[in-house]
Each structure stands twice: as C-alpha cells, then as structure tokens.
C-alpha cells in the first residue's frame, strides 16, 4: 500500500515538474536534478513493490529483513529524493549535503533486500 501511494506521488510530482514547474526548474538551471530525484523515487518504489509482493506470497523467514529493505527505501525517498527536489525548486545548495544520506538508506535498503533473499535460500 506503502508503494502504491509513493508511485502516485512520484507520478504526480513528476507530472507537475514537467508541466508546472518548468519555468522554476530552467530559471534554477535544476531540470536534470528534479528528473534524476524522480526517477530514483520510482526506481524505488518499484522495489518496495517487489518487496510487497515477496511478503504477500509469504513463506519467508525473514520478513523483518524484507518489512527494514522496504523502509530504508521509502526512507531513501525522503532524503534522496526530497532533498532534490526541494534543492530544485529553491535553488538552496546546502540541502545537496542531505542528498547522500537518502543514498545510504538506498544502499541499505538493496543490501537488507539481499540479505533476506540470501537466507531464504538457505
């Protein structure tokens, strides 16, 4: 449900950064920035998605491995994302210094992903 609801926002977030942002984002020279922090927030709803779906099917011992993944990714978002996007909009730079640490809960996120895939296998 978590990944539904951040699919929507990354849908409308992007379509309003494409339409009515447009003018804000070329006057801050930031139109690469807003569409790289999209694309990393669907990237990652796509995982929490995947995610989802590992735990609706069940048969995993390691749900809690699975439920940390998909909130250090919904946490990525936050930071990685938010950060540039606000960064795009107000052209503010000292918010780039947050931008890494929604990059760490990314990383911890696929690395927590693994983690539980590898001890499914056994």
Do not use: C
Not at 23 to 36: H, I, K, S, W, Y
Not at 47 to 58: R, S
């Amino acid at each position: 449900m978590i990944a539904a609801l951040a699919g929507a926002l990354a849908v409308g977030i992007g379509a309003f950064g494409a339409h009515g942002l447009e003018e804000t984002l070329q006057r801050n020279g930031r139109v690469d920035t807003f569409e790289t922090a999209v694309k990393y927030h669907f990237y990652h709803v796509l995982a929490m998605l995947l995610i989802g779906v590992v735990l609706k099917a069940g048969g995993n011992k390691h749900n809690k491995l699975l439920y940390f993944a998909a909130y250090a990714m919904l946490t990525g978002i936050v930071f990685f994302s938010g950060s540039l996007y606000v960064l795009s909009l107000t052209n503010i730079t000292f918010l780039g210094a947050i931008t890494p640490l929604g990059g760490i809960f990314f990383i911890a996120g696929w690395l927590m992903l693994f983690w539980a895939m590898k001890k499914t296998r056994g």
